[in-house]
């Protein structure tokens, strides 16, 4: 990302060309926004300054392949084994979870589910919900939750077996 990209103060990430060459505003949580401006601050950007928000070095952006390099680095610091290459834990396994999570997050602020998909839809760039449904994966955690929230609409309806 180009710093001219980020709007600090108002914490808004401005994505140009991105999969199937879309561009879109993306808003960042509070405690984001407010990690890039240390950041900024401790590199010792000012405003107007040109070029890319996180270099590897001074005019260099990190490439896909810098980044898969440093989160295997990651993932070896953390005692994580990889199964290989593509085969997990990747990079864009965060993006899944990322998904379930914000999902999870707008509804039990009490957003229905059909509402926030869309919305998670949008802010993950995606074009349709279909392609939004791919990230969202039932993780057992959530089994409970989603039976106390469907049981005033199916309450009584299926008759307790008793064995």
């Not at 509804?107 to 839809?121: E, H, N, R, T």
Request: glycine share 10%; charged share 20%.
């Amino acid at each position: 990302m180009q710093i001219k990209d980020i709007d600090l103060m108002d914490g808004i990430l401005h994505v140009h060309r991105s999969k199937y060459k879309s561009s879109r505003l993306v808003p960042m949580s509070w405690g984001l926004a407010e990690n890039c401006r240390d950041y900024y601050t401790q590199l010792g950007y000012y405003q107007g300054k040109n070029g890319y928000f996180f270099e590897v070095s001074p005019g260099v952006p990190y490439t896909s392949g810098s980044c898969y390099n440093r989160f295997r680095s990651f993932l070896e610091e953390a005692g994580i084994r990889s199964k290989g290459r593509g085969r997990g834990p990747r990079l864009h396994d965060a993006r899944h979870t990322y998904a379930v999570y914000a999902l999870d997050h707008m509804v039990k602020q009490g957003m229905d589910i059909y509402c926030a998909l869309p919305i998670l839809s949008s802010y993950m760039g995606h074009r349709t919900i279909e392609s939004t449904e791919k990230y969202v994966r039932l993780v057992p955690s959530f089994h409970n939750d989603i039976i106390d929230a469907l049981k005033p609409i199916y309450n009584g309806l299926f008759p307790e077996v008793v064995g």
